[in-house]
């Protein structure tokens, strides 16, 4: 797991570690705070919703609260060198004209109540292609945007319908697998499901296997 300071993590002196090993000790600041005030949970940007490296940087995506409990989110982005990861102070973070330092002063590439929580983003040829739920995690459908910079700007370009299951459970967190070619050319994109009850998880756990559709290649 990355750490990060705006990934709900107080000021104050921290253990970094990147993948399973101990980095350093970093102190920091909270840098959306503003005096006077305290943000609330959906307010806050919760960095890592997807992570993509592209040659020498790595693209971290973030999403924030939409106008209510359980609708969509905003998308944010933030660049860093591979090399600096664990640096929060080797992070900049895009506010619409260009990479800037202050993590305050991210502007969302996608407006609120677009996508969910945790979404996949990927460098396909001369795209970015992104996958979420379209209108917030438990929506039923799945969004497609592409751009051609990691920063965008970003454009849907299909809409897919996700079936209700039926049967007592929900479906979420779709994420696309590039890596698995498809004869057909399309993208291949993986649904997580989970019961919706806790004797739903114990008397059915097959039900939370996850399923996967095909989505055509943007």
């Known amino acids: ?6 990934w709900h993590v107080a000021p104050g002196l921290h253990h970094l570690r990147y993948g399973d090993r101990a980095v350093r000790r970093a102190a920091w600041r909270d840098a959306g705070a503003r005096p006077g005030g305290r943000r609330t949970r959906s307010q806050e940007i919760t960095w890592g919703s997807a992570l993509v490296r592209d040659w020498n940087e790595v693209y971290v995506y973030g999403t924030r609260g939409g106008s209510a409990r359980g609708a969509g989110r905003s998308l944010y982005i933030a660049r860093v060198a591979a090399s600096g990861v664990q640096d929060p102070s080797a992070w900049t973070y895009w506010n619409g004209l260009a990479w800037v330092p202050d993590a305050a002063a991210a502007q969302p590439l996608l407006g609120r109540d677009t996508v969910s929580q945790a979404l996949s983003v990927s460098h396909l040829g001369t795209s970015w292609v992104a996958v979420s739920m379209r209108g917030g995690d438990l929506q039923q459908r799945v969004g497609v945007w592409t751009a051609t910079q990691p920063q ?5 370009s299909r809409t897919v319908a996700v079936p209700a299951p039926g049967d007592g459970t929900i479906t979420y967190q779709p994420l696309a697998h590039p890596e698995l070619a498809l004869r057909d050319g399309n993208l291949l994109v993986s649904l997580s499901r989970t019961a919706t009850t806790l004797a739903g998880m114990a008397q059915a756990p097959q039900a939370s296997r996850p399923v996967f559709i095909e989505v055509p290649m943007p």
Request: neutral net charge; charged residues 0%; proline residues 18%.
């Open 1 to 6: 797991m990355l750490a990060h300071p705006a």
């Open 152 to 156: 965008g700007p970003w454009a849907l």
